[in-house]
């Protein structure tokens, strides 16, 4: 028996919208479902993204850009370090954006279905999803539910983050905030958003990680005051390919495709997109952890989680002496090194000079399992 579509994709985030898309343009019957009534709603996230990784995913998103940026500060404690990117990155409306995508899978051929929770299910070799009382089959479903579907959730951090009104001195770079005695995991950001506000967050509960924001705040040298304030989680444990198969794969934070080294997941969730869609389209899917974690994109996120797991073994000290030490050896991130984080860090281990100093800041152990999971 015919399937009613070929390709079902659940959620349509960046990740979910990028697989439809993918797939209806290669001829696909795709059906794109979406659980909220509006695409892009809520906005969560701080939209940060490299210039050269939105290439990756497309064109045509000129209009969703709040803010470009080729600047910024890093914080370890009270200490500050600047630095500068040979690229810019891009600081996106995500509600716009992610109402661009799913227009695009729309244009594409693909179908939609909002304000819908989907119940999947698979009896006999038969994908079936349930919809508004409806039944349908799908020959491929993929799964981008978002952080709610990652099924490791001690591997998914909790994180504050204000929408911030700027009513002095405001400041056009990013801004990072270290401290390992608050924060162990991951570390409070800000983020420029134009028209006089900035995305200000930081991991943790809501009342401590409000505590950090004004921290931030004022190491960033501005006055305000939040007009936003909302929480979520954030993936950080790496991919999960443990339930993808022949006809199923999960792909975007329900996949573990975000940066094991600062949650950030559009670009890596959008190519896990692209790589399911078309995969699925061209009834390849059983190729989908071989393709994009083996031999693509998602090669970089296991060794993310590598650096991300020696960054939290640091402490401040060690911390502060190795940003020190980047900082004076003149390193700035370029090409695609925002994204792709392994990259940058094979750089600073590849230099001679460098792993000599890196040696006296490093216990040995750490050093070498660094080097091994970069290099191997």
Known sequence: MEPDYEVVVIGAGPSGSAAARAAASDGARVLLIEKDTEV???????????????????????????????????????????????????????????????????????DVELGSYAIYSRKNG?????????????????????????????????????????KENYYEGIAVYINKDIMRRLFAWYIPYGD????????????????IIEKVADLAGIRGRPIKVFSSGIVVGGPYTGANDESYVQIGDAGGQAKPTTGGG????????????????????????????????????YRQLRIREVYEALDNRALLKGVRL???????????????H?????????????????????????????RSSLFS
């Not at 709603?41 to 803010?67: D, H, K, Q």
């Not at 919809?131 to 959730?153: D, E, M, Q």
């Not at 094979?346 to 750490?366: F, N, Y």
């Open 40 to 110: 892009g709603i809520p906005e969560i996230c701080g939209g940060l993204v490299s210039s050269s990784g939105l290439e990756m995913i497309g064109s045509g998103f000129e209009s969703a850009v709040r803010a470009r940026v080729k600047f910024g500060k890093v914080f370890v404690g009270d200490e500050g370090f600047e630095f500068g990117f040979d690229q810019e990155l891009i600081v996106l409306n995500r509600e716009l954006f992610d109402k661009l995508m799913a227009r695009m899978a729309v244009k594409a051929g693909s």
């Open 342 to 370: 392994s990259k940058l860090m094979k750089r600073v281990l590849g230099d001679p000079r460098l792993i000599l100093r890196l040696a006296e800041i490093l216990p040995s152990a750490l050093l070498s399992y660094l």
């Open 326 to 340: 980047i900082r004076d050896s003149g390193i700035s991130i370029s090409g695609d090194e925002f994204d792709y």
């Open 266 to 301: 559009i670009i890596f969730g959008a190519l896990g997109g692209i790589y399911a869609g078309s995969l699925a389209a061209n009834g390849q899917l059983k190729r989908y952890n071989s393709e994009f974690y083996e031999k693509g994109p998602g090669r970089d996120l």
């Open 126 to 166: 038969v994908n079936t999803i349930y919809i508004r009382g409806k039944k349908l089959t799908a020959k491929y479903v993929i799964n981008a539910t978002g952080v709610s579907g990652y099924p490791l959730k001690e591997e998914v951090v909790r994180a504050t983050q204000t929408v911030y009104a700027v």
């Open 196 to 211: 006089g506000m900035a995305k200000i967050g930081a991991v943790g509960p809501p009342d401590q990680s409000l505590r």
